[in-house]
């Protein structure tokens, strides 16, 4: 499998379950400014013109990070990073992968801003954390007296919250009245891939603060 991926971007969740997986797989890094990578035109890749985009060992192109995140969960085999199909583990990953790429994703992403996905403006960001807010609050709720999000055990849908922790940390939005949510990005930085996928990927894309 071959992951393409910005740093900092939303690939950082499936290029950390990769890395835990314990699969085959290598990393092409994208430049979204240019839309270009090693190989040339991104936007032949993935024409969405964003991150991540998986290229199966058949060679099919997967998009959007909660299906390829389950996708990567799938052939890790044993159940191990999401549960048997229509268990109610399964439901309650499914719904975590869900709620994450549509509201809190998709919330962080500001159309008031400059040159970069996320706000990085005064205004964007005022603007982006009224609207996350509220979602990452019912999110620290749900974490009281867990480190993650079913049945305190680590699966696919804690590394796309980590990206979401990650963002917190980037636009110093911090963590006041999230004490769980800190404690979660806290265990998630214990983990050993993801200290190597953080060290691997480096600075994130494109974080210039602009008035």
Same mark, same amino acid.
């Given at each position: 499998?071959?992951?393409?991926?910005?740093?900092?971007?939303?690939?950082?969740?499936?290029?950390?379950?990769?890395?835990?997986?314990?699969?085959?797989?290598?990393?092409?890094?994208?430049?979204?400014?240019?839309?270009?990578?090693?190989?040339?035109?991104?936007?032949?890749?993935?024409?969405?013109?964003?991150?991540?985009?998986?290229?199966?060992?058949?060679?099919?192109?997967?998009?959007?990070?909660?299906?390829?995140?389950?996708?990567?969960?799938?052939?890790?085999?044993?159940?191990?990073?999401?549960?048997?199909?229509?268990?109610?583990?399964?439901?309650?990953?499914?719904?975590?992968?869900?709620?994450?790429?549509?509201?809190?994703? &998709?919330?962080?992403?500001?159309?008031?801003? +400059?040159? @970069?996905? #996320?706000? $990085?403006?005064?205004? %964007?960001?005022?603007?982006? *954390?009224?609207?996350?807010?509220?979602?990452? &609050?019912?999110?620290?709720?749900?974490?009281? +007296?867990? @480190?993650? #999000?079913? $049945?305190?055990?680590? %699966?696919?849908?804690?590394? *796309?919250?980590?990206?979401?922790?990650?963002?917190?940390?980037?636009?110093?939005?911090?963590?006041?009245?999230?004490?769980?949510?800190?404690?979660?990005?806290?265990?998630?930085?214990?983990?050993?891939?993801?200290?190597?996928?953080?060290?691997?990927?480096?600075?994130?894309?494109?974080?210039?603060?602009?008035?």
């Amino acid at each position: 499998m071959k992951l393409f991926y910005a740093s900092g971007a939303s690939s950082l969740a499936p290029n950390i379950l990769l890395e835990e997986s314990g699969l085959q797989y290598s990393v092409e890094k994208v430049n979204l400014d240019k839309k270009t990578w090693n190989g040339g035109n991104y936007n032949l890749i993935n024409p969405k013109s964003y991150v991540p985009a998986l290229q199966t060992n058949n060679g099919k192109i997967l998009t959007e990070c909660a299906i390829i995140l389950e996708y990567i969960a799938i052939k890790a085999g044993n159940n191990k990073f999401i549960a048997k199909y229509d268990s109610s583990e399964y439901w309650q990953q499914r719904i975590w992968l869900n709620y994450i790429a549509s509201e809190l994703h &998709k919330n962080f992403i500001s159309p008031f801003r +400059k040159g @970069n996905w #996320l706000p $990085n403006t005064k205004e %964007s960001k005022k603007l982006v *954390y009224k609207r996350v807010f509220p979602r990452l &609050k019912f999110v620290d709720q749900k974490l009281n +007296k867990q @480190n993650y #999000l079913v $049945n305190n055990t680590f %699966s696919a849908p804690d590394t *796309y919250l980590f990206v979401m922790t990650n963002w917190l940390h980037r636009l110093n939005f911090g963590f006041t009245n999230l004490d769980n949510l800190k404690r979660f990005d806290t265990e998630m930085r214990k983990r050993p891939a993801v200290q190597t996928i953080l060290k691997q990927e480096g600075l994130p894309h494109s974080l210039q603060d602009e008035s």
